[in-house]
C-alpha cells in the first residue's frame, strides 16, 4: 500500500531564506508526482508535475526534484516570501490507477 | 484561463438528507475525478470518470454515486447524509496533453451535516 510522508510538518522562517521541503513514499511504482499549495480553507493549486520518466521540474522560484528509486521528492524555494505561507502538499499518482495519494503536508509561515 | 468549477461552494444539510454537488471540469478536460478533504486530513480519492465511464474507485461509500454526463460536467450525489460526512469536496479535471494527465483542482464545495 502506497503511503506517502512528508517533512517537517510545519516550518517558520524569514523572508528571503531558501527552503527545502521534503516527500518520501514507499512505492516507486508511480505514474506521476504533483506537488501542491493549499491555502487555509481552499482549493489546491498545482505547482509542478514530474512525471515518473523524469529527475526534475522548474517554475519561477520553485524546483521540484524525483528519486523514484529511493521514494523521494524535495521541493526547493527560492528566496521565500510572505505570500509563499501555505501549506504543501505532495501527491503521488501510482501506476495504473487515476487516484493521487497525498501526503500529510507542510505548513510553512514566511514572516517579513 | 479557465479553472474547474465546482457549485454550490457551501451547503448545510441535516442529517439523512440527500446532496448533490456539481462540478465543471476545465474546457477540452475529459477526465474527472472526486475527492473528500475532512477537517485537519489530506484530500482522499473518491472516484473518477473518463469519456463518461467511471474509470477508478476509491473509498467512497455506497451511499454516494457519482456521474459524468455528455458535456463531460460530473455530479455528486450524497444520500442518508451522517455527520461524518462534513467535509470538503473537491473536484479535478485532466487531460491527456502530452501524456501528462496533470490534475487541476476546483474551489472546493464545503458540507456541513447538522
Same mark, same amino acid.
Given at each position: 500500500?502506497?503511503?506517502?510522508?512528508?517533512?517537517?510538518?510545519?516550518?517558520?522562517?524569514?523572508?528571503?531564506?531558501?527552503?527545502?521541503?521534503?516527500?518520501?513514499?514507499?512505492?516507486?511504482?508511480?505514474?506521476?508526482?504533483?506537488?501542491?499549495?493549499?491555502?487555509?480553507?481552499?482549493?489546491?493549486?498545482?505547482?509542478?508535475?514530474?512525471?515518473?520518466?523524469?529527475?526534475?521540474?522548474?517554475?519561477?522560484?520553485?524546483?521540484?526534484?524525483?528519486?523514484?528509486?529511493?521514494?523521494?521528492?524535495?521541493?526547493?524555494?527560492?528566496?521565500?516570501?510572505?505570500?509563499?505561507?501555505?501549506?504543501?502538499?505532495?501527491?503521488?499518482?501510482?501506476?495504473?490507477?487515476?487516484?493521487?495519494?497525498?501526503?500529510?503536508?507542510?505548513?510553512?509561515?514566511?514572516?517579513? | 484561463?479557465?479553472?474547474?468549477?465546482? =457549485?454550490?461552494?457551501?451547503?448545510?444539510?441535516?442529517?439523512?438528507?440527500?446532496?448533490?454537488?456539481?462540478?465543471?471540469?476545465?474546457?477540452?478536460?475529459?477526465?474527472?475525478?472526486?475527492?473528500?478533504?475532512?477537517?485537519? &486530513?489530506?484530500?482522499?480519492?473518491?472516484?473518477?470518470?473518463?469519456?463518461?465511464? &467511471?474509470?477508478?474507485?476509491?473509498?467512497?461509500?455506497?451511499?454516494?454515486?457519482?456521474?459524468?454526463? =455528455?458535456?463531460?460536467?460530473?455530479?455528486?450525489?450524497?444520500?442518508?447524509?451522517?455527520?461524518?460526512?462534513?467535509?470538503?469536496?473537491?473536484?479535478?479535471?485532466? =487531460?491527456?496533453?502530452?501524456?501528462?494527465?496533470?490534475?487541476?483542482?476546483?474551489?472546493?464545495?464545503?458540507?456541513?451535516?447538522?
Amino acid at each position: 500500500k502506497q503511503e506517502v510522508t512528508q517533512i517537517p510538518a510545519a516550518l517558520s522562517v524569514p523572508e528571503g531564506e531558501n527552503l527545502v521541503l521534503n516527500c518520501s513514499f514507499t512505492d516507486s511504482a508511480i505514474y506521476n508526482l504533483q506537488w501542491f499549495r493549499q491555502d487555509p480553507g481552499k482549493g489546491l493549486t498545482s505547482l509542478l508535475l514530474i512525471q515518473s520518466s523524469q529527475r526534475e521540474q522548474t517554475s519561477g522560484r520553485l524546483n521540484a526534484s524525483l528519486d523514484k528509486s529511493s521514494g523521494r521528492s524535495t521541493l526547493y524555494i527560492a528566496a521565500s516570501q510572505p505570500g509563499d505561507s501555505a501549506t504543501y502538499l505532495c501527491a503521488v499518482r501510482p501506476a495504473n490507477t487515476d487516484k493521487l495519494i497525498f501526503g500529510t503536508g507542510t505548513r510553512l509561515q514566511v514572516f517579513p | 484561463a479557465a479553472g474547474v468549477i465546482q =457549485s454550490p461552494r457551501h451547503l448545510i444539510k441535516e442529517k439523512r438528507e440527500t446532496a448533490t454537488l456539481k462540478c465543471y471540469p476545465i474546457p477540452r478536460h475529459d477526465t474527472v475525478y472526486w475527492y473528500q478533504q475532512g477537517p485537519g &486530513q489530506d484530500p482522499q480519492f473518491l472516484i473518477s470518470f473518463y469519456e463518461k465511464m &467511471q474509470s477508478d474507485k476509491g473509498s467512497i461509500p455506497d451511499r454516494f454515486s457519482a456521474q459524468q454526463f =455528455s458535456d463531460y460536467h460530473s455530479e455528486l450525489n450524497m444520500s442518508s447524509l451522517e455527520l461524518g460526512d462534513s467535509a470538503l469536496y473537491f473536484c479535478a479535471s485532466s =487531460s491527456a496533453d502530452r501524456g501528462r494527465w496533470e490534475q487541476f483542482f476546483g474551489p472546493g464545495t464545503r458540507l456541513t451535516v447538522l
